[in-house]
């Protein structure tokens, strides 16, 4: 007799109206094996599903006869409980379902690796003390002490821009801190590069292997032992990208995210989560400190500082502009337009040249472009038309083919030969805008014998060494430079400020920002050159290393102007006629703004419309559960069209 007979599991299932646990009978020979967090397959509507042991339970409020289940394909737990509590919360905060967010949390099984005989994991090494910047930061050894003494405190550390801040060695510094207490360690960071970096800190100061280490580029094989060795308790320490915030940490002290503002911790997928968002729930929910990391100030991070949720250990504004590299812009005062006259109307204005003059007479310099390309963008000479193809109307580029420029379609790739300008009949081009390739082929020239590396897009530098080379990065492909960049250059400010998109200049900030943070101490020689409106607000931010206050300052116009985070945000994407119908199930709450539709392009042959929901933060939660339970009655009714669902959507534009 099985003193539990019923399973109660978690199916994949990705319909809405389904987003619920179900209930099968466990045959006899299967008692043994089919465990919480095991994996098993059922009959679901006449057909094979697989899913997981959520609970066993000794009867079912079903009111039915239940199925069996048809097989248990691992007894391995591998789905635990405070993960299902965590997945089930984050479904709901996004309006989705259970389903998408556990493909996500649980890798692919691999059978070979499941059963392979167990090695032991190595644990930490924690006998020789690490140094860092954190402990240096006002209330940071505060924070440290906290962790060691197995407190669980919520900060966000303000990391100094300049490279003698090491992000890494600073979370190094908060990981040892928390495995001193005992407790485990999670650690993200938005991609494999930054992941490299904090392994390698990790590694250096834990032992070799004590580190976990989750990511999509893993093998499926070695991915799937890393997520084993956090299943079992055995890897206490483990680092991340996006996906790794639902990691079974065994015991979790501390969960740390690095850059939070970066977009690639925006899923992509639905739900959609943000990462950082979903990290403030998981270390809710398991009573963990929380440490988010970062140069630049999301606003998000600024309002649960506002709020008190957060902590903030930050040097004081002169301190922080001491450490950091000195900030001068083009044409930034009268003196500087007696100079150079030309400084704010070229895309190279003097200042670049002699930042990177001086730069290379002390070792590398970096110059960041915003676009990767020759000639990203063409227009007219005269009259500033855009030039189009011919053929589809799509943008033309220009490249360098041969020793010789071609234009060609950025849609459909047709040489464009013999062009005229079709509204004034003028045959000469300009070009607004001008990519990483052209940039380096210009300063090349500038600058002859000197070695030249350009990484960005698919040929990305990781590191480079300490003799003079200019470095052309788009943002994000910056290589790391052995003791850091003597000199930087941030060029077309004004073009990265002018995206049609709410976060623009919190984003461009965060970018810059992270540009001075490989650049030596202004006390070591550190320049940056900016080329853009001095009188700007971002650049002025940027020239007084002054993240939090420009935070701040955006967090209140977003306020005045109901704009997330100050509101919620909910978007919907679909046909017309899918909106239309969305919004006559959903029972929204009175205060919900509806605005648009407004066109969102084409999926296939349809037109896809765009509506937005907006309502008083206090009724975020009644406007989510809302939408949600009206996508439930539409999937319910097998309704013609899908509609795309994001809450707090990561891009506004």
Known sequence: MIDLPVARCALDLPLPHLDRLFDYEVREADDELAVPGSRVRVRFAGKLRDGFVVERLATSDAGVKLACLEKVISPEPVLHPEQVALLR?????????????????????????????????????????????????PHGQDFLDSLADGRSLRAHWQVAPTIAHSPWQGLVQAAVATLRSGRGVLLLVPDVKDLEALHEALSTALGAGAVAVLHADLGPAARYRNYLAISRGEARVVVGTRAA????????????????????????RAPYFH???????????????????????????????ERGWLAPLALPGAQARREAPAVRVAGDSDKAMERDPLATSVRLPNLVFETIRKGLSQGPVLVQVPRSGYLVALSCQTCRTAVRCPDCHGPVHGRRRDGERQLSCAWCAR??????????????LRAPVVGSVRTTEELGRAFPGTTVVDSSGDHVRETVGDQPALVIATPGAEPVADGGYAAAVLLDAAMQL???????????????????????????????????????????????????????????????ARFPPAVKFITLEGIPAALDEMLAVAELPEVVDVLGPVPAGMVGDSEVSRLTLRAPLAQGKDLTRAVKAASG??????AEGSVRVRVDPAALQ
């Open 89 to 137: 919360t984050v479904a709901d905060h996004y309006a989705g379902t259970f389903s998408d967010l556990m493909r996500l949390a649980v890798p692919p099984r691999h059978a070979a690796t499941e059963q392979a005989a167990r090695k032991p994991w190595p644990a930490p090494e924690l006998e020789e003390p690490v140094s860092g910047p954190l402990a240096g930061y």
């Open 275 to 305: 990462a950082r968002d979903v990290a403030a729930i998981r270390a809710t929910q398991a009573r963990s400190a929380l440490l988010l990391a970062s140069r630049g100030r999301s606003c998000e991070v600024q309002q649960w500082i």
């Open 498 to 560: 002018s995206r049609p998109d709410l976060r623009v200049a919190e984003e461009a900030l965060r970018r810059w920002l992270n540009v001075l943070g490989l650049v030596r101490p202004g006390g070591d020689g550190g320049s940056v050159a900016v080329v853009g409106p001095s009188e700007e607000r971002t650049i002025q931010a940027l020239v007084r290393v002054d993240p939090a206050g420009f935070a701040s300052r955006e967090l209140a116009d977003r306020l005045e």
């Open 633 to 638: 009655v539409r999937s319910a009714r097998k």
């Open 415 to 428: 040489l464009v030969t013999g062009w005229r300008c079709q509204i004034c009949g003028d045959t000469r």
């Open 245 to 268: 915030v639902f990691a079974p940490v065994k015991d979790l002290g501390l969960l740390a995210l690095w850059d939070d503002g970066d977009d690639l911790y925006s899923e992509s």
